[in-house]
Antibody
Framework: QVQLQQSGPGLVKPSETLSLTCTVS????????WSWIRQPPGKGLEWIGY???????KSNPSLKSRVTISVDTSKSQFSLKLSSVTAADTAMYYC???????????WGQGTMVTVSS | DIQMTQSPSTLSASVGDRVTITCRAS??????LAWYQQKPGKAPKLLIS???SLESGVPSRFSGSGSGTEFTLTISSLQPDDFATYYC?????????FGQGTKLEIK
């Protein structure tokens, strides 16, 4: 079955760039949309954005200028980069399969990212 | 952005109870609504899409209804495994948004 395995650092310094990668197994990465969603401790879910292919991606307007989501089909991976992070970006970050870009049906295990010096 | 508001924020109920959670959108989203269940320390699980379509493997005691701006998630007879936090999510606009969540607690 489809599995998403996340990787990346759990601690990022303020003003630096958060980088996470999600490796997809058990499915063809090129036929789905892939998303990132985050959840600050004790709070609700926030959609960060999604990518379909190298030319198709969308992101949350509130984060748009800081977000880059990309896909590498040769490695069956997609990635998130969030620049100029602050403490407000501290959250559990999930990589997710977005069925037709709409609903989120397969989730990674989550990566807790703390922004702190 | 389309704002999603859930009520109540917390709901206390007993095993066997019938419970309903409401989700309201700040503008019409037709039937483009999903419901998720999240347990502590776990990723959310998709329960319902298109307002009322149950995902494969989800028990039939879960049901969803609504269209436009008002939606409901109903659990017909609460089971111990159902105590969790529930989120609604709209996908009418490209900027996907979630409700703030409803925590379902044991009374």
């Amino acid at each position: 079955q489809v599995q998403l395995q996340q990787s990346g650092p759990g601690l990022v310094k303020p003003s630096e760039t958060l980088s996470l990668t999600c490796t997809v197994s058990g499915d063809y990465i090129s036929i789905y949309y892939w998303s990132w969603i985050r959840q600050p401790p004790g709070k609700g879910l926030e959609w960060i954005g999604y990518v379909y292919d190298s030319w198709s991606s969308k992101s949350n307007p509130s984060l748009k200028s800081r977000v880059t989501i990309s896909v590498d089909t040769s490695k069956s991976q997609f990635s998130l980069k969030l620049s100029s992070v602050t403490a407000a970006d501290t959250a559990m970050y999930y990589c997710v399969r977005a069925r037709s870009g709409r609903t989120f049906d397969i989730w990674g295990q989550g990566t807790m990212v703390t922004v702190s010096s | 952005d389309i704002q999603m508001t859930q009520s109540p924020s917390t709901l206390s109920a007993s095993v066997g109870d019938r419970v309903t959670i409401t989700c309201r959108a700040s503008q019409s989203i037709s039937g483009w609504l999903a419901w998720y269940q999240q347990k502590p320390g776990k990723a959310p699980k998709l329960l319902i899409s298109d307002a009322s379509s149950l995902e494969s493997g989800v028990p039939s005691r879960f049901s969803g209804s609504g269209s436009g701006t008002e939606f409901t998630l109903t659990i017909s007879s609460l089971q111990p495994d159902d105590f969790a936090t529930y989120y609604c999510q709209q996908y009418d606009s490209y900027s996907r948004t979630f409700g703030q969540g409803t925590k379902l607690e044991i009374k």
